[in-house]
């Protein structure tokens, strides 16, 4: 069972900035691993996609964040993070950390328990 950790959240102002973390029990750069990512869900709205980064450190982001936020990892550290900039009140949501492992048959998905980002307007 991998256990996944996110900190870093907390009330910012339109415009500021705040660094996510997301911590892994287990190393994020062994071959099993196929992408680490973060999304998020404001009340009552389902979770959606904000940023993955895969093993080999390719990026993707969903346009709503593309340009504001970036998604890094620290393979030293098994610890993804989440760099968001210019934000918005439209970007408070709770923020959740997802790893995603394959074995042979199967991916697994991993969420951490979320940390909640609130924007000011």
């Known amino acids: 069972q991998v256990q996944l950790v996110e900190s870093g959240g907390g009330l910012v102002q339109s415009g500021g900035s705040l660094r996510l973390s997301c911590v892994a029990s287990r190393s994020i750069s062994l071959i099993d691993v196929m992408t680490m990512g973060w999304y998020r869900q404001a009340p009552e709205n389902p979770r959606e996609w904000v940023a993955t980064i895969t093993r080999n450190g390719i990026t993707t982001y969903a346009d709503s964040v593309k340009g504001r936020f970036t998604i890094s990892r620290d393979n030293a550290k098994n610890t993804v993070y989440l760099q968001m900039n210019s934000l918005k009140p439209e970007d408070t949501a709770v923020y959740y950390c997802?790893?995603?492992?394959?074995?042979?048959?199967?991916?697994?998905?991993?969420w951490g328990q979320g940390t909640q980002v609130t924007v000011s307007s």
């Open positions: 997802k790893l995603v492992l394959r074995d042979t048959y199967r991916a697994y998905d991993y």
